[in-house]
């Protein structure tokens, strides 16, 4: 099994940064791709980013050239770097695993809040 952690949620005002992590633990070696989804109140989960363990990744439009995703597979931790965040940003923002031959795993979430 693959064990996900999220952190770096919290308050920021509109037009600030915030930096989430996710750490991976278990059975890491058969990950093959890591990501970053939100739910947001009384909405449906939704796709934000996604990075492949080889080169290749992929963005919402509503976040593009605002968010980076960037992964360290030795460190087996998959970071999403949020700038010029906007009130609509906010929601819980989950980390999820692909991993070969069993199903997606999830953390935990982490809420982020962009109020001024």
């Known amino acids: 099994q693959v064990q996900l952690v999220e952190s770096g949620g919290g308050l920021v005002q509109p037009g600030g940064s915030l930096r989430l992590s996710c750490a991976a633990s278990?059975?890491?070696?058969?990950?093959?791709?890591m990501g970053w989804y939100r739910q947001a109140p009384g909405k449906e989960r939704e796709f934000v980013a996604h990075?492949?363990?080889?080169?290749?990744?992929k963005y919402s439009d509503s976040v593009k050239g605002r968010f980076t995703i960037s992964r360290d597979n030795i460190k087996n931790t998959v970071t999403l770097q949020m700038n010029s965040l906007k009130p609509e940003d906010t929601a819980v923002y989950y980390c999820?695993?692909?991993?070969?031959?069993?199903?997606?795993?999830w953390g935990q979430g982490t809420q982020v809040t962009v109020s001024s």
């Open positions: 999820k695993a692909n991993i070969l031959g069993s199903s997606d795993a």
């Open positions: 278990g059975r890491i070696s058969n990950v093959y791709g």
């Open positions: 990075s492949m363990s080889g080169p290749g990744t």
